[in-house]
């Protein structure tokens, strides 16, 4: 540890103001307070002299850390339908992990090369210090994605979000929109036919001539894809090798989905993560759930064929697609979900109703927890702006009644 | 009256005051530090060489001259410090531990108000008290609503002592003084009646909860917030007792006890001792020595102000922390730290399992950043409040928003504790303090 901390020492000048890699420093800065605490101390006067432990770095860590159940999952995930779509009988566990891995490595790396090196610009161009949001939005991205999306698509997605969804509002902190989500909405718009329908959500390819071959022409339905197309009175799910789907395997999620979004297991151990550390809301997470299962059960009781989705059991309505990822990772970002108590509240149950009703009656998209939660990210200081008003207005009458005391 | 206050939180500190031994310092001599008393523009009355006695005017105020600060001993003055643009920063009293009082002239009946706050101003205790809103020194034009006492500090570390029957009899009399000055009432906050009996004349509040209920404006947004346009007038009982001693005595009490806690104290402890006593002499050989750096801190480890040893005891003269500095460690991959001396509020950290007692230094511990965590402020703001939008309006010198938000109620030390335990590091103290003084600039 001396050495390397010497070693920081001898380099820090050369990143000064006045050094050879000065155009750098702001990486050096972001490796430096990476690797040791700095030795900065609080200001004499008018400050606190003790500061707890708990900063940026760590909170942004433990989210991904509530991530990695989900993400390894995934690569599992990904491997197993691989195997399936290949008409294998045999699932030897470390091969579909390491295909897995394989799959999502070039995405991940792709979103974290692209967002973070966007970051090190603006950080060094505003001389500010690199902000840790983006290692949370950077893993985000591949896990709400198909795994077969284009890295040229994932890098455009990444640079847009990055740049017009986070960075021109100030950077982290500031953003309206939940950047991973922008970065997926502007995929979803832009190139719908990779983002949606029957053939994205299961990897075909070979990455790095790993795995099984697949068939050309290979596809099959996401069940809330096969939901949404459904005309029969009872609603059947089938996974690739056509067995039909039980609500066992969507809540474990071993059914074809975005990458990190199928397992509802995970997602639960994400939440305890998030719940113990308190780095989400539960109060958003609560009100979600409640408000989604209080629509499910509601339009379930008026189900018709004409909506499929409202056939749905409201149970499963929660676990299937995306929803439960996002109320648990996306609804509970701190800046851009409301920001008062009351407002998270609201914010939580609209989140959780609107994704139900997109997803069943808009017959053309099946998933409505991101446009869900995109929508209620530009309500939430609306939400937040008339829970102040009433702080405000409770102030200024008590303002009249002293007033009128005093006459 | 009684009121519970939720939120908040305690922090466990190494270092608190276990027994209550107490030593007497003569202190060889002492200073007062205009800065201390926030919105007094200080004029010094006197030179180097100077004889004064307790009581003497050492500053005036430049917009108030009857506004005085006053010396706490008698002796001779050995310095007048000032810093950039001469700005005052001291001025040193020699002790002659003599302790020859300068008798103040003071009315048998109390009916002549202008009077007695002239009395009051040039005491030099009208300094020791505060007006909300801004959160400044009293002055004799304040006609405050209600008077609000405080009888005790909840802030880390801090000591809370019981009060006999003769600190109540002084007490009294100086409620019953602060009547000819107010037609509102006058609250004392108190832990419980065993720590000080009732009163007469004073409304009672017994405060139950954490820290920052022994905060003035946690207790008056509790009983009787500030509205705009008011003014109220906030002070601690040593400064109650200090008035009721110079009206029963004709002179000033300038004795302090002083709660030395911390973590690099060797044996935390009572001081009695002088106002303004100089820290070579209340620490000398108290401390621990090691090769680490150190911080003095006069007052609490949220609120106080930094000194060395060639510094003095600072208003509020109750209270000195010495805590570790921090800045000559490097602690490698620290933010990813499982250990349980780490000190958080936060249940990533294990140190919130045990009941262990926190040492932590002065380093902030991360780098500042942008507001991220939500409800931060409010979990340990105990107001009608809302904090952030406070701190956002101020940040952004919105006048009209910071008053409809409550900036009248709110002092730099409401926000101590959230500035404290923010993962964002941001400098809320400093944020009010400033916006205080704007709006101030603009209003008054």
């Known amino acids: 540890m001396k050495s390397l901390k010497r070693l920081l020492d001898r380099a820090r000048p050369a990143f000064g103001p006045k050094g050879r890699f000065h155009a750098f420093h702001s990486i050096f800065e972001g490796i430096d307070t990476f690797l040791f605490t700095p030795r900065d101390t609080a200001p004499g006067h008018l400050s606190t002299h003790i500061h707890d432990a708990m900063d940026s770095k760590r909170t942004m860590t433990i989210v991904i850390v509530a991530l990695l159940p989900c993400l390894l999952f995934g690569m599992y995930n990904t491997g197993y339908q691989h195997w399936l779509a290949a008409g294998e009988t045999i699932f030897p566990f470390w091969s579909l992990l390491w295909y897995g891995f394989l799959s999502i490595l070039p995405t991940i790396v792709v979103t974290y090369a692209v967002g973070l090196g966007i970051e090190f610009f603006v950080a060094q161009y505003r001389h500010e210090e690199i902000q840790e949001g983006f290692l949370v939005t950077g893993l985000l991205i591949p896990m709400i994605i198909p795994v077969s999306t284009p890295l040229w698509m994932v890098a455009v997605a990444t640079a847009f979000s990055v740049i017009f969804a986070k960075e021109v509002f100030g950077g982290t902190g500031y953003n309206i929109f939940n950047p991973a989500l922008v970065a997926r909405a502007f995929l979803f718009f832009s190139y719908p036919s990779q983002m949606s329908g029957d053939a994205v959500f299961v990897a075909t390819n070979q990455p790095f001539g790993f795995g099984p071959a697949v068939a050309d022409g290979f596809t099959c339905a996401t069940p809330l894809g096969q939901i949404a197309t459904s005309t029969s009175d009872t609603l059947s799910v089938v996974g690739i090798d056509s067995h039909a789907i039980s609500s066992w395997d969507v809540f474990i999620g071993l059914i074809p989905g975005s990458f990190g979004e199928t397992s509802c297991l995970c997602i639960l151990i994400g939440a305890a993560i998030l719940l113990f550390t308190r780095i989400a809301s539960w109060r958003i997470i609560l009100s979600a759930t409640i408000g989604s299962v209080g629509t499910a059960y509601l339009i379930h009781a008026f189900a018709n064929t004409t909506y499929p989705a409202t056939m749905l059991n409201p149970i499963d309505q929660l676990t299937l697609g995306g929803l439960a990822f996002a109320i648990i990772f996306m609804a509970t970002d701190p800046v851009t979900s409301c920001r008062t108590n009351t407002g998270k509240w609201i914010f939580g149950f609209l989140v959780g109703t609107i994704a139900i009703i997109i997803r069943t009656f808009n017959n053309g998209y099946p998933e409505g927890a991101m446009l869900a939660v995109l929508l209620m990210n530009a309500f939430a200081p609306l939400i937040d702006y008339c829970v102040v008003r009433a702080n405000i207005n409770r102030r200024q009458h008590r303002l009249k009644l002293a007033g009128s005391d005093k006459s | ?444």
């Open chain 2, 1 to 444: 009256m009684k009121i519970s206050i939720k939120r908040g939180r305690d922090l466990t500190l190494r270092g608190a005051i276990i027994d209550n031994k107490v030593e007497s310092i003569t202190p060889r001599h002492v200073a007062i530090y205009p800065e201390d008393f926030h919105g007094f523009i200080a004029k010094v009355d006197v030179k180097v060489g100077d004889p004064v006695n307790v009581g003497t005017p050492i500053f005036h105020d430049k917009n108030v001259p009857e506004l005085q600060l006053t010396s706490p001993v008698s002796g001779e003055i050995i310095e007048v410090e000032r810093g950039e643009r001469r700005r005052l920063i001291k001025v040193v009293i020699a002790n002659d531990n003599k302790y020859t009082s300068d008798k103040t002239a003071i009315p048998d009946n109390y009916n002549d108000k202008d009077s007695l706050l002239k009395i009051l101003a040039q005491s030099g205790l009208m300094a020791h008290i505060h007006r909300r809103p801004y959160d400044v020194v009293a002055r004799p034009s304040d006609n405050p609503r209600d008077i609000f006492i405080t009888a005790f500090d909840s802030s880390p570390l801090a000591y809370t002592s019981n009060y006999d029957t003769e600190d109540v009899e002084l007490m009294a009399r100086a409620v019953n003084f602060f009547h000819n000055i107010t037609t509102g009432n006058i609250y004392i906050s108190r832990r419980s009646a065993e720590q000080l009996p009732d009163i007469p004349g004073a409304e009672m509040v017994d405060v139950k909860g954490p820290h920052p209920a022994g905060n003035i404006g946690i207790q008056i947004a509790n009983i009787a917030p500030i509205n705009k346009g008011e003014n109220i007038w906030a002070l601690s009982t040593d400064t109650l007792r200090r008035i009721g001693y110079m009206l029963a005595n004709k002179q000033l009490d300038t004795k302090t006890t002083v709660a030395l806690t911390g973590s690099r104290v060797k044996t935390p402890m009572l001081i009695k001792t002088i106002i303004g006593a100089s820290m070579a002499d209340l620490l000398n050989g108290r401390l621990d020595e090691d090769n680490h750096h150190r911080r003095i801190i006069s007052g609490n480890v949220l609120t106080g102000v930094k000194i060395d040893m060639e510094g003095h005891l600072r208003f509020p003269y109750t209270h000195v922390s010495v805590i570790p500095e921090g800045d000559d460690v490097d602690e490698f991959m620290g933010w990813a730290s499982f250990s349980p001396s780490k000190m958080s509020v936060s249940p990533s950290y294990p140190g919130k399992f045990f009941k262990k007692l926190f040492n932590p230094d002065a380093r902030i511990l991360g780098g500042r950043r942008a507001m991220i965590m939500s409800g931060l402020i409010d979990n340990v703001l105990p107001m009608d409040i809302m904090g952030e939008y406070l701190i956002k309006a101020a940040k952004s010198h919105d006048i009209d928003a910071m008053e409809q938000l409550g900036i009248y109620e709110v002092a730099p030390e409401d926000f101590a504790l959230a500035e404290c335990l923010d993962s964002s590091k941001m400098p809320y103290q400093a944020i009010i303090r400033e916006s205080l003084d704007y709006i101030r600039g603009e209003l008054e």
